[in-house]
């Protein structure tokens, strides 16, 4: 079994900025996909950056520039730096890992979430 927790969510003012964590724990032989998503109420999550084996994309817009993912694989962590917070980025920002697991098999596993509040 997988365990992933998240760090690092708060409230920070607009223009500031936050570093989000997200380890997972467990019996896991390979780290492949390693993703941070983000939803505010009413509205689908979305796909905010995603990290595949070294390389990495922003997938959202609005983010580029400003959010930067990066990855330490002997740790088993993701980050998502956040830099020139905006409001609009309020949201609980979620990851989701894809590993492949010492008994074998390739699975999901998704982070509870942590609340990313950017307000004055």
């Known amino acids: 079994q997988v365990q992933v927790e998240e760090s690092g969510g708060g409230l920070v003012q607009p223009g500031g900025s936050l570093r989000l964590s997200c380890a997972a724990f467990?019996?896991?032989?390979?780290?492949?996909?390693m993703e941070w998503y983000r939803q505010v109420p009413g509205k689908e999550r979305e796909l905010v950056a995603r990290?595949?084996?070294?390389?990495?994309?922003n997938a959202v817009d609005s983010v580029k520039g400003r959010f930067t993912i990066s990855r330490d694989n002997g740790k088993n962590t993701v980050y998502l730096q956040m830099n020139s917070l905006k409001p609009e980025d309020t949201a609980v920002y979620y990851c989701?890992?894809?590993?492949?697991?010492?008994?074998?098999?390739?699975?999901?596993?998704w982070g509870q979430g942590t609340q990313v509040t950017v307000s004055s």
């Open positions: 467990g019996s896991i032989r390979s780290m492949y996909v």
């Open positions: 989701r890992v894809e590993v492949e697991l010492v008994s074998g098999g390739r699975y999901q596993y």
């Open positions: 990290s595949v084996n070294g390389g990495s994309i």
